[in-house]
T-cell receptor, first 114, second 113 residues
Framework: DTEVTQTPKHLVMGMTNKKSLKCEQHMGHRAMYWYKQKAKKPPELMFVYSYEKLSINESVPSRFSPECPNSSLLNLHLHALQPEDSALYLC?????????????FGQGTRLTVV | AQSVAQPEDQVNVAEGNPLTVKCTYSVSGNPYLFWYVQYPNRGLQFLLKYITGDNLVKGSYGFEAEFNKSQTSFHLKKPSALVSDSALYFCAVRGLDTDKLIFGTGTRLQVFP
């Protein structure tokens, strides 16, 4: 199993809503990531979890709140988002924290904030 | 700080011809370099990586990449392009002491029949 599964695939939410994005992997990977990607742009790193602990927060606004309940799951809780937060949100995982390991990406959640 | 540059926004090539997608990097210490491909409305798929050893790295779908330390480049190549190779290609770098995978701006490859 070399898949990273993200749900939902599409999400439309109002600016006052609270929603969550979910990511799951069963490859035994110990590092998990959230990236944000705007159209025709490269993915931008948001958060990194290493061994279920938050290791990197790229100065992301607090309306985005990550959570790693266990080594297979990664959530991104969304609250009071702005229309400019509309983007493709990608989850990824890698075997370890090591620099040599490649990351495997999910298909993403297309988020639209109205 | 580490970075990668992809100097071409778009590369056009005829089916059956060889293709090259360029990438240059800047990193202190030994670089760990990756290529990913992204099809429309999809996540990124890993193609290949350079860690150490042979400068020519072979990857998925017939792609290969050549690491050149003196030119700080890691160009993606394929001997014979397919229409189905048309997609967005990202070069990425990770430094030894960081968990950050930093992406280039991407190159759109268009293969014409």
């Amino acid at each position: 199993d070399t898949e990273v599964t993200q749900t939902p695939k599409h999400l439309v939410m109002g600016m006052t809503n609270k929603k969550s994005l979910k990511c799951e992997q069963h490859m035994g990977h110990r590092a998990m990531y959230w990236y944000k990607q705007k159209a025709k742009k490269p993915p931008e790193l948001m958060f990194v979890y290493s061994y279920e602990k938050l290791s990197i927060n790229e100065s992301v606004p607090s309306r985005f709140s990550p959570e790693c309940p266990n080594s297979s799951l990664l959530n991104l809780h969304l609250h009071a988002l702005q229309p400019e937060d509309s983007a493709l949100y990608l989850c990824a995982s890698s075997q370890d924290w090591g620099a040599y390991t490649e990351a495997f990406f999910g298909q993403g959640t297309r988020l639209t904030v109205v | 700080a580490q970075s990668v540059a992809q100097p071409e926004d778009q590369v056009n090539v005829a089916e059956g011809n060889p293709l090259t997608v360029k990438c240059t990097y800047s990193v202190s210490g030994n670089p760990y370099l990756f290529w990913y491909v992204q099809y429309p409305n999809r996540g990124l798929q890993f193609l290949l990586k350079y860690i150490t050893g042979d400068n020519l790295v072979k990857g998925s779908y017939g792609f290969e990449a050549e690491f050149n330390k003196s030119q700080t480049s890691f160009h993606l190549k394929k001997p014979s392009a397919l229409v189905s190779d048309s997609a967005l290609y990202f070069c990425a770098v990770r430094g030894l002491d960081t968990d950050k995978l930093i992406f280039g701006t991407g190159t759109r490859l268009q293969v014409f029949p």
